[in-house]
């Protein structure tokens, strides 16, 4: 039963999608937390950096060689690792913010209540004791979106605590998410079954499909207008969007919940924390800015930090353009090199190598930097004139 469940394991890992094949793999994920509840006392920020960053790095690239490649989860805690042990010093400029849990009594004076009304968050340090100090690492470590955290970075920091959706908002949001992910998933996997790309080994992504079927004339009467390159990208971008927006909404219903009957913390509550998607619409305000910057999920912007970080470090103001292309340049470097992560070591139904798909899908993500440079350049342009 063992050897059946250990073949499947790796064929799993090595031909859909990429994972662990190494305890090497696991130990950065106990390094990070380990080292971050280690007192300044103990460990000054440089020296906790120095020690266990190349630490989680070796270990890391021991992992990679053993996977024969890249896995999200991991490239994004070297990155997540290098942002909180090189970039920033969390022990002594972190800051989380709970809501607070006080009541006011009816001796309460006037200038008590309305203090009250106006503090409706407690502002939590690095703990000083350790059992304190645990959960408020452990925190951190999953608050990717740095949500209702201080970081010392004015930019980031007038925008918190963030302001949560009230339960019933929240789950009329979610569930419309999943509707409209339902519809999208059912049109776009409809679509792949019926179009021999997504099942034909080696067929390049313009080659053109056979006659539709006559199941879905009016369907593909439309989209037999276009070149195939067109409905077949948006097949596998709609796919992205919906299995997304999927993960952020019904199955999260259960725990807001839960929340309100008093079972689950509000601060652990997904109602709490920023939407997971924005307004569609900043896609036509800002172009690329307003793709990446507002609509698409925010997960990972905290990859703009090492960009804001080395703009600081050379005196160059972050608000300014160079500034900002800094962050630009740092966010999609590193999510292109995290999102190679996805191809696994030997993918099937394709004519290219993993290297290959690695390299297409990493630069992807590259490109958007020229794009939004040249958004930039042209609204410098045309504002010259204007």
């Known amino acids: 039963?063992?050897?059946?469940?250990?073949?499947?394991?790796?064929?799993?890992?090595?031909?859909?999608?990429?994972?662990?094949?190494?305890?090497?793999?696991?130990?950065?994920?106990?390094?990070?937390?380990?080292?971050?509840?280690?007192?300044?006392?103990?460990?000054?920020?440089?020296?906790?950096?120095?020690?266990?960053?190349?630490?989680?790095?070796?270990?890391?690239?021991?992992?990679?060689?053993?996977?024969?490649?890249?896995?999200?989860?991991?490239?994004?805690?070297?990155?997540?690792?290098?942002?909180?042990?090189?970039?920033?010093?969390?022990?002594?400029?972190?800051?989380?913010?709970?809501?607070?849990?006080?009541?006011?009594?009816?001796?309460?004076?006037?200038?008590?209540?309305?203090?009250?009304?106006?503090?409706?968050?407690?502002?939590?340090?690095?703990?000083?004791?350790?059992?304190?100090?645990?959960?408020?690492?452990?925190?951190?470590?999953?608050?990717?979106?740095?949500?209702?955290?201080?970081?010392?970075?004015?930019?980031?920091?007038?925008?918190?605590?963030?302001?949560?959706?009230?339960?019933i908002n929240f789950c009329r949001y979610a569930f419309f998410l999943a509707v409209q992910s339902f519809f999208i998933l059912d049109i776009t996997s409809t679509w792949a079954k019926h179009d021999p790309y997504f099942h034909t080994t080696g067929m390049g992504l313009d080659e053109p499909w056979q006659d539709p079927p006559r199941k879905l004339p009016s369907l593909f009467s439309l989209i037999q207008a276009m070149p195939p390159r067109v409905p077949r990208t948006a097949v596998l971008a709609g796919q992205a969007y919906a299995c997304i927006s999927q993960g952020g909404s019904l199955p999260i219903i259960p725990i807001v919940a839960l929340s309100g009957i008093g079972l689950w913390p509000d601060e652990w509550s997904p109602h709490t924390w920023p939407i997971f998607f924005g307004r569609f619409s900043a896609v036509g305000r800002k172009g690329l800015r307003g793709l990446w910057g507002t609509w698409w999920h925010q997960t990972n912007r905290y990859l703009s930090i090492p960009g804001r970080s080395l703009s600081q470090a050379l005196g160059i103001p972050t608000e300014s353009s160079l500034g900002y292309m800094l962050q630009v340049m740092s966010a999609f470097l590193l999510s292109g090199v995290m999102h190679m992560g996805l191809i696994p070591p030997q993918p099937l139904a394709t004519a290219m190598t993993a290297m290959e798909m690695r390299s297409f899908v990493a630069s992807f993500f590259w490109l958007q930097i020229l794009g939004i440079g040249i958004e930039l350049g042209v609204l410098k342009f045309v504002g010259r004139y204007h």
């Open 1 to 167: 039963m063992f050897q059946d469940f250990e073949e499947k394991y790796h064929y799993l890992v090595t031909h859909i999608v990429a994972g662990p094949k190494s305890g090497s793999y696991f130990i950065p994920f106990i390094l990070l937390p380990i080292g971050l509840c280690i007192s300044p006392s103990v460990l000054s920020r440089w020296q906790l950096a120095s020690l266990f960053f190349p630490l989680i790095v070796a270990f890391q690239l021991h992992a990679w060689l053993c996977m024969e490649g890249l896995d999200v989860i991991s490239v994004n805690l070297i990155q997540w690792s290098f942002i909180l042990l090189v970039c920033h010093d969390p022990r002594s400029t972190f800051r989380r913010l709970r809501p607070s849990r006080r009541t006011l009594t009816p001796n309460d004076g006037k200038e008590e209540i309305e203090r009250h009304i106006q503090v409706d968050y407690l502002t939590e340090a690095y703990p000083l004791n350790l059992t304190d100090r645990i959960p408020w690492v452990l925190t951190l470590l999953v608050s990717l979106r740095l949500a209702n955290w201080t970081i010392g970075d004015i930019s980031h920091d007038r925008k918190q605590p963030v302001k949560a959706m009230s339960r």
